[in-house]
Protein backbone atom coordinates (compact mmCIF):
# COMPACT_ATOMS: atom_id res chain seq x y z
CA UNK A 1 0.00 0.00 0.00
CA UNK A 2 1.33 3.42 -0.57
CA UNK A 3 0.73 6.41 1.50
CA UNK A 4 1.28 9.96 0.81
CA UNK A 5 1.06 12.69 3.09
CA UNK A 6 0.52 16.45 1.52
CA UNK A 7 1.14 19.20 3.98
CA UNK A 8 2.31 22.91 4.31
CA UNK A 9 5.91 21.78 5.47
CA UNK A 10 7.29 19.09 7.67
CA UNK A 11 8.14 19.91 11.20
CA UNK A 12 9.32 18.56 15.23
CA UNK A 13 6.05 17.85 15.49
CA UNK A 14 5.47 15.47 12.51
CA UNK A 15 8.29 13.78 11.73
CA UNK A 16 7.85 11.42 14.42
CA UNK A 17 4.65 10.09 12.66
CA UNK A 18 6.39 10.10 9.36
CA UNK A 19 9.09 8.18 10.22
CA UNK A 20 6.81 5.66 12.23
CA UNK A 21 4.86 5.07 8.48
CA UNK A 22 8.85 5.17 6.48
CA UNK A 23 9.96 2.34 9.01
CA UNK A 24 6.45 -0.02 8.51
CA UNK A 25 5.90 1.23 4.66
CA UNK A 26 9.76 2.47 3.42
CA UNK A 27 9.44 3.85 -0.09
CA UNK A 28 5.51 3.57 -0.41
CA UNK A 29 5.65 6.10 1.75
CA UNK A 30 5.79 9.76 0.98
CA UNK A 31 5.39 13.51 2.33
CA UNK A 32 4.98 15.98 -0.05
CA UNK A 33 6.14 19.69 1.69
CA UNK A 34 4.06 22.64 -0.56
CA UNK A 35 5.74 25.28 0.86
CA UNK A 36 9.03 26.91 2.51
CA UNK A 37 8.48 27.39 6.45
CA UNK A 38 8.14 30.74 7.61
CA UNK A 39 11.26 32.75 8.63
CA UNK A 40 9.06 33.27 12.39
CA UNK A 41 8.76 29.33 12.41
CA UNK A 42 12.45 29.43 11.56
CA UNK A 43 13.47 31.46 14.13
CA UNK A 44 11.89 29.91 16.75
CA UNK A 45 14.08 26.65 16.08
CA UNK A 46 11.38 24.98 13.82
CA UNK A 47 13.90 24.49 10.60
CA UNK A 48 13.82 21.23 9.49
CA UNK A 49 16.88 19.79 6.73
CA UNK A 50 14.50 18.23 4.03
CA UNK A 51 17.09 16.82 2.61
CA UNK A 52 17.76 14.80 5.27
CA UNK A 53 14.87 13.48 5.12
CA UNK A 54 14.80 10.61 2.43
CA UNK A 55 10.70 10.34 2.63
CA UNK A 56 10.00 14.14 2.14
CA UNK A 57 9.17 15.57 -1.46
CA UNK A 58 9.01 19.68 -2.15
CA UNK A 59 5.85 20.47 -4.45
CA UNK A 60 7.34 23.93 -4.76
CA UNK A 61 10.91 21.95 -6.42
CA UNK A 62 9.22 18.96 -8.70
CA UNK A 63 5.44 19.65 -8.72
CA UNK A 64 4.95 17.71 -11.81
CA UNK A 65 6.45 14.59 -9.58
CA UNK A 66 4.55 15.31 -6.97
CA UNK A 67 0.94 15.61 -8.29
CA UNK A 68 1.79 12.33 -9.83
CA UNK A 69 2.58 10.90 -6.65
CA UNK A 70 -0.53 12.21 -4.83
CA UNK A 71 -2.55 11.08 -8.09
CA UNK A 72 -1.25 7.89 -7.85
CA UNK A 73 -1.15 7.17 -4.57
CA UNK A 74 -3.76 4.37 -2.60
CA UNK A 75 -4.53 6.82 0.01
CA UNK A 76 -3.70 10.23 0.53
CA UNK A 77 -3.62 12.56 3.51
CA UNK A 78 -3.90 16.19 3.56
CA UNK A 79 -3.20 18.68 6.17
CA UNK A 80 -3.43 22.16 5.43
CA UNK A 81 -1.44 22.73 1.95
CA UNK A 82 -2.56 26.26 0.89
CA UNK A 83 -3.02 24.19 -2.38
CA UNK A 84 -6.89 23.45 -2.83
CA UNK A 85 -6.39 22.84 -6.41
CA UNK A 86 -4.47 19.74 -5.89
CA UNK A 87 -6.79 18.63 -3.18
CA UNK A 88 -9.65 19.20 -5.65
CA UNK A 89 -7.77 16.83 -8.21
CA UNK A 90 -7.29 13.85 -5.67
CA UNK A 91 -10.61 14.08 -4.65
CA UNK A 92 -12.81 14.16 -7.92
CA UNK A 93 -10.40 10.82 -8.50
CA UNK A 94 -12.47 8.68 -5.93
CA UNK A 95 -9.58 7.22 -4.29
CA UNK A 96 -9.34 6.77 -0.34
CA UNK A 97 -8.82 10.36 0.74
CA UNK A 98 -8.30 11.51 4.39
CA UNK A 99 -8.41 15.05 5.01
CA UNK A 100 -6.44 16.24 8.62
CA UNK A 101 -8.33 19.70 10.12
CA UNK A 102 -8.01 21.96 13.00
CA UNK A 103 -11.28 24.16 13.76
CA UNK A 104 -13.27 25.49 10.82
CA UNK A 105 -14.66 28.41 13.41
CA UNK A 106 -11.90 29.50 15.81
CA UNK A 107 -13.12 32.55 16.52
CA UNK A 108 -17.29 31.03 16.78
CA UNK A 109 -19.41 29.03 14.80
CA UNK A 110 -21.60 31.84 14.40
CA UNK A 111 -19.60 32.29 11.18
CA UNK A 112 -20.96 29.27 9.92
CA UNK A 113 -23.72 31.21 8.48
CA UNK A 114 -22.09 32.96 5.90
CA UNK A 115 -22.89 32.45 2.28
CA UNK A 116 -19.58 33.17 0.75
CA UNK A 117 -18.27 30.95 4.00
CA UNK A 118 -20.60 27.96 3.00
CA UNK A 119 -20.18 28.12 -0.34
CA UNK A 120 -16.03 27.87 -0.21
CA UNK A 121 -17.05 24.82 2.85
CA UNK A 122 -18.98 23.14 -0.11
CA UNK A 123 -16.21 22.99 -2.64
CA UNK A 124 -13.78 21.77 -0.06
CA UNK A 125 -15.71 19.61 2.27
CA UNK A 126 -19.90 19.30 1.67
CA UNK A 127 -20.00 17.43 -1.51
CA UNK A 128 -17.62 15.13 -1.17
CA UNK A 129 -20.02 13.92 2.22
CA UNK A 130 -20.92 10.60 0.65
CA UNK A 131 -17.87 10.05 -1.24
CA UNK A 132 -14.86 7.73 0.12
CA UNK A 133 -13.34 11.00 1.84
CA UNK A 134 -12.75 10.89 5.73
CA UNK A 135 -11.59 13.71 8.54
CA UNK A 136 -8.65 13.19 11.27
CA UNK A 137 -9.71 16.01 13.98
CA UNK A 138 -6.91 17.40 14.77
CA UNK A 139 -8.42 18.83 18.04
CA UNK A 140 -11.41 17.83 20.11
CA UNK A 141 -13.72 21.38 18.77
CA UNK A 142 -12.95 20.47 15.21
CA UNK A 143 -16.01 17.86 14.71
CA UNK A 144 -18.77 19.87 16.29
CA UNK A 145 -17.60 22.82 13.47
CA UNK A 146 -17.93 20.43 10.29
CA UNK A 147 -20.78 18.16 12.21
CA UNK A 148 -21.99 21.76 11.87
CA UNK A 149 -22.25 22.23 8.46
CA UNK A 150 -22.89 18.66 7.42
CA UNK A 151 -19.89 17.55 6.21
CA UNK A 152 -17.99 13.81 6.60
CA UNK A 153 -21.55 12.19 8.65
CA UNK A 154 -20.11 9.18 10.34
CA UNK A 155 -16.40 9.64 8.91
CA UNK A 156 -14.44 12.23 11.80
CA UNK A 157 -12.04 10.52 13.83
CA UNK A 158 -9.93 11.64 16.57
CA UNK A 159 -6.51 12.19 15.79
CA UNK A 160 -4.04 15.30 16.60
CA UNK A 161 -0.03 16.23 16.50
CA UNK A 162 2.57 13.88 17.78
CA UNK A 163 5.67 14.95 19.11
CA UNK A 164 9.15 12.93 19.82
CA UNK A 165 7.95 10.79 22.42
CA UNK A 166 10.31 9.68 25.00
CA UNK A 167 10.75 6.48 26.92
CA UNK A 168 11.82 6.50 30.90
CA UNK A 169 12.26 3.76 32.99
CA UNK A 170 10.30 4.17 36.46
CA UNK A 171 13.09 4.71 38.57
CA UNK A 172 14.33 7.40 36.02
CA UNK A 173 10.86 9.38 36.01
CA UNK A 174 10.71 9.16 39.57
CA UNK A 175 14.09 10.54 39.96
CA UNK A 176 13.17 13.39 37.58
CA UNK A 177 10.27 14.10 39.23
CA UNK A 178 11.97 13.80 43.18
CA UNK A 179 11.76 16.96 45.32
CA UNK A 180 12.86 17.11 48.46
CA UNK A 181 10.40 19.03 51.08
CA UNK A 182 12.86 22.04 51.07
CA UNK A 183 13.21 22.36 47.29
CA UNK A 184 10.66 24.77 45.02
CA UNK A 185 8.09 23.40 42.85
CA UNK A 186 9.33 23.83 38.92
CA UNK A 187 6.75 25.67 36.98
CA UNK A 188 6.96 25.03 33.13
CA UNK A 189 5.77 27.51 30.68
CA UNK A 190 6.29 27.24 26.68
CA UNK A 191 5.23 29.00 23.78
CA UNK A 192 5.30 32.43 21.57
CA UNK A 193 4.53 35.13 23.92
CA UNK A 194 1.61 36.48 21.85
CA UNK A 195 -1.79 37.82 23.25
CA UNK A 196 -3.75 34.27 22.14
CA UNK A 197 -1.18 32.17 24.67
CA UNK A 198 -1.38 34.69 27.66
CA UNK A 199 2.11 34.47 28.87
CA UNK A 200 0.98 37.22 31.59
CA UNK A 201 -1.29 34.51 33.23
CA UNK A 202 2.35 33.52 34.26
CA UNK A 203 3.42 36.94 36.04
CA UNK A 204 0.39 37.27 37.73
CA UNK A 205 0.05 33.88 39.10
CA UNK A 206 3.81 34.17 40.14
CA UNK A 207 2.96 37.12 41.80
CA UNK A 208 -0.17 35.35 43.71
CA UNK A 209 2.32 32.06 44.68
CA UNK A 210 4.84 34.68 46.11
CA UNK A 211 2.40 36.23 48.32
CA UNK A 212 1.00 33.13 49.68
CA UNK A 213 4.56 32.04 50.74
CA UNK A 214 4.77 29.05 48.31
CA UNK A 215 8.53 27.69 47.09
CA UNK A 216 8.78 27.91 43.35
CA UNK A 217 10.94 28.49 40.16
CA UNK A 218 8.70 29.38 36.81
CA UNK A 219 10.44 28.74 33.78
CA UNK A 220 9.47 30.51 30.74
CA UNK A 221 10.48 29.38 27.34
CA UNK A 222 9.60 31.40 23.70
CA UNK A 223 9.70 34.86 22.75
CA UNK A 224 7.83 36.89 20.76
CA UNK A 225 5.91 40.48 20.45
CA UNK A 226 5.46 40.38 24.43
CA UNK A 227 8.51 39.36 25.41
CA UNK A 228 9.88 42.48 26.54
CA UNK A 229 6.13 44.08 28.34
CA UNK A 230 5.74 40.38 30.05
CA UNK A 231 9.69 41.10 31.99
CA UNK A 232 8.78 44.76 32.51
CA UNK A 233 5.76 43.33 34.38
CA UNK A 234 7.44 40.97 35.91
CA UNK A 235 10.07 42.89 37.24
CA UNK A 236 7.40 45.52 37.88
CA UNK A 237 5.45 43.18 40.06
CA UNK A 238 8.22 42.11 41.88
CA UNK A 239 9.09 38.52 40.84
CA UNK A 240 11.66 38.68 38.62
CA UNK A 241 13.96 36.73 41.00
CA UNK A 242 11.11 33.57 40.38
CA UNK A 243 10.84 33.97 36.28
CA UNK A 244 14.19 32.93 34.30
CA UNK A 245 13.44 33.78 30.93
CA UNK A 246 14.90 31.67 27.90
CA UNK A 247 13.66 33.39 24.61
CA UNK A 248 13.26 31.21 21.69
CA UNK A 249 14.24 27.98 22.76
CA UNK A 250 15.40 25.07 20.66
CA UNK A 251 12.31 21.95 20.72
CA UNK A 252 15.02 19.68 22.44
CA UNK A 253 15.91 22.58 25.29
CA UNK A 254 12.11 22.65 26.16
CA UNK A 255 11.73 18.83 26.58
CA UNK A 256 14.84 19.08 28.79
CA UNK A 257 13.35 21.91 31.03
CA UNK A 258 10.30 20.04 31.19
CA UNK A 259 11.41 16.65 32.40
CA UNK A 260 13.16 18.99 35.53
CA UNK A 261 9.94 20.50 36.29
CA UNK A 262 6.76 19.99 38.01
CA UNK A 263 3.54 21.37 36.61
CA UNK A 264 3.43 22.48 33.15
CA UNK A 265 0.95 25.41 32.81
CA UNK A 266 -0.88 25.69 29.28
CA UNK A 267 -2.92 29.15 28.72
CA UNK A 268 -3.77 29.39 25.31
CA UNK A 269 -7.18 30.52 24.43
CA UNK A 270 -9.89 29.16 22.04
CA UNK A 271 -7.51 29.85 19.32
CA UNK A 272 -5.09 27.24 20.01
CA UNK A 273 -5.95 24.72 17.23
CA UNK A 274 -4.17 21.96 19.49
CA UNK A 275 -0.73 22.70 21.21
CA UNK A 276 2.16 20.06 21.10
CA UNK A 277 3.66 20.73 23.85
CA UNK A 278 0.77 19.59 26.05
CA UNK A 279 2.04 16.17 24.73
CA UNK A 280 5.63 16.76 25.08
CA UNK A 281 4.58 18.33 28.84
CA UNK A 282 2.31 14.81 29.81
CA UNK A 283 5.41 12.91 28.22
CA UNK A 284 7.51 14.63 30.63
CA UNK A 285 5.71 13.41 33.74
CA UNK A 286 4.48 16.97 34.26
CA UNK A 287 1.23 17.70 36.17
CA UNK A 288 -1.05 19.62 33.37
CA UNK A 289 -2.63 22.70 34.19
CA UNK A 290 -4.87 23.63 30.57
CA UNK A 291 -7.28 25.54 29.65
CA UNK A 292 -10.09 23.35 28.52
CA UNK A 293 -10.37 25.50 25.65
CA UNK A 294 -7.29 23.94 23.71
CA UNK A 295 -7.73 22.01 21.01
CA UNK A 296 -5.73 18.74 22.49
CA UNK A 297 -7.11 19.42 26.63
CA UNK A 298 -10.50 16.88 26.10
CA UNK A 299 -8.29 14.12 23.97
CA UNK A 300 -5.95 14.04 25.77
CA UNK A 301 -6.39 14.93 29.75
CA UNK A 302 -8.94 13.42 32.00
CA UNK A 303 -9.49 16.15 35.02
CA UNK A 304 -8.42 14.75 38.10
CA UNK A 305 -6.86 11.88 36.53
CA UNK A 306 -3.80 12.92 34.17
CA UNK A 307 -4.12 16.36 34.69
CA UNK A 308 -6.50 19.72 35.37
CA UNK A 309 -8.53 21.32 33.02
CA UNK A 310 -10.02 25.06 33.58
CA UNK A 311 -13.29 26.43 31.85
CA UNK A 312 -13.43 29.82 29.49
CA UNK A 313 -9.66 30.82 29.31
CA UNK A 314 -10.55 31.91 33.24
CA UNK A 315 -7.11 33.20 35.38
CA UNK A 316 -9.26 32.86 38.55
CA UNK A 317 -10.21 29.10 37.98
CA UNK A 318 -6.84 28.40 36.71
CA UNK A 319 -5.00 30.41 39.79
CA UNK A 320 -7.36 28.05 41.96
CA UNK A 321 -6.48 24.68 40.55
CA UNK A 322 -2.86 25.71 40.67
CA UNK A 323 -2.91 26.99 44.40
CA UNK A 324 -4.78 23.62 45.21
CA UNK A 325 -1.87 21.88 43.55
CA UNK A 326 0.47 23.82 45.88
CA UNK A 327 -1.50 22.75 48.93
CA UNK A 328 -2.13 19.12 48.25
CA UNK A 329 0.95 18.66 45.91
CA UNK A 330 1.61 15.02 47.33
CA UNK A 331 -1.76 13.73 46.75
CA UNK A 332 -2.02 15.39 43.37
CA UNK A 333 1.71 14.97 41.73
CA UNK A 334 0.73 11.00 40.70
CA UNK A 335 -0.81 12.76 37.85
CA UNK A 336 2.09 13.53 36.30
CA UNK A 337 3.01 9.77 36.09
CA UNK A 338 -0.64 9.27 34.84
CA UNK A 339 0.15 12.03 31.85
CA UNK A 340 3.02 10.15 31.60
CA UNK A 341 1.16 6.67 30.45
CA UNK A 342 -1.50 8.31 28.41
CA UNK A 343 1.27 9.67 25.61
CA UNK A 344 3.42 6.35 26.05
CA UNK A 345 0.47 3.50 25.43
CA UNK A 346 -1.91 5.45 23.38
CA UNK A 347 -1.29 9.12 22.17
CA UNK A 348 2.26 8.26 20.02
CA UNK A 349 3.18 8.81 16.74
CA UNK A 350 4.08 4.71 16.83
CA UNK A 351 0.32 4.19 17.79
CA UNK A 352 -1.00 6.29 15.72
CA UNK A 353 0.70 5.02 12.79
CA UNK A 354 -0.45 1.41 13.53
CA UNK A 355 -3.75 2.49 14.06
CA UNK A 356 -3.66 4.73 10.46
CA UNK A 357 -2.18 2.01 8.61
CA UNK A 358 -4.86 -0.77 10.03
CA UNK A 359 -7.71 1.66 9.49
CA UNK A 360 -7.22 2.17 5.84
CA UNK A 361 -6.23 -1.12 4.82
CA UNK A 362 -10.26 -1.41 6.16
CA UNK A 363 -10.74 0.94 4.03
CA UNK A 364 -9.24 -0.79 1.10
CA UNK A 365 -11.45 -3.45 2.13
CA UNK A 366 -14.26 -1.98 1.84
CA UNK A 367 -15.35 -1.46 5.71
CA UNK A 368 -15.09 1.86 8.13
CA UNK A 369 -13.49 0.27 11.70
CA UNK A 370 -12.50 2.64 13.78
CA UNK A 371 -10.35 2.58 17.20
CA UNK A 372 -11.47 1.93 20.08
CA UNK A 373 -9.86 5.02 21.77
CA UNK A 374 -6.93 7.60 21.37
CA UNK A 375 -5.77 8.24 17.69
CA UNK A 376 -8.92 6.74 15.06
CA UNK A 377 -11.75 6.41 17.51
CA UNK A 378 -14.83 8.15 16.64
CA UNK A 379 -14.88 11.49 17.13
CA UNK A 380 -17.89 13.13 19.09
CA UNK A 381 -19.45 16.60 17.96
CA UNK A 382 -19.41 18.28 21.16
CA UNK A 383 -20.26 21.60 20.99
CA UNK A 384 -17.84 24.31 22.49
CA UNK A 385 -20.60 25.78 24.94
CA UNK A 386 -20.57 21.99 26.30
CA UNK A 387 -17.31 20.80 26.34
CA UNK A 388 -15.70 21.50 29.39
CA UNK A 389 -19.16 19.59 31.41
CA UNK A 390 -18.45 16.75 29.25
CA UNK A 391 -14.93 16.57 30.71
CA UNK A 392 -15.80 17.08 34.04
CA UNK A 393 -18.26 14.79 34.10
CA UNK A 394 -16.03 12.22 31.59
CA UNK A 395 -18.55 12.03 29.16
CA UNK A 396 -16.73 12.32 26.06
CA UNK A 397 -18.59 10.02 23.97
Known amino acids: MTVTFVSNYINHHQIPFSNALYERLGDDYCFIQTMPMEEERVAMGWSVDVKSLSFV ?11 QKIMESDVVLFGWTGREDIVAERLKSGKITIRISERLYREG ?80 WAGRFIPLKHPEYMVKLADCLQKNGYDFRMHML ?39 CHIHL ?42 LVYPDDSYPEMEKLVLDLFEHWEERKEMGYAAYQTIVREWNAEHAAEELLRFVKGLAEGRVDPAVSGPLSMAPAISPAKMYAAMIKGDLK
Open 109 to 188: QWKAVSPRGLLAKYKEHIRYRKKDVYLLCAGAYTASDFHLIGAYPGKMFRWGYFPETRIYSEETLAAMKKREKDEPLQIV
Open 57 to 67: RCLYEEEARCR
Open 222 to 260: GGGELESAIRQQAKMTGVSEKIEFYGFTQPLKVRDVMER
Open 266 to 307: FTSNYLEGWGAVVNEGMNSGCVEVVNAQVGAAPYLIRHGVNG
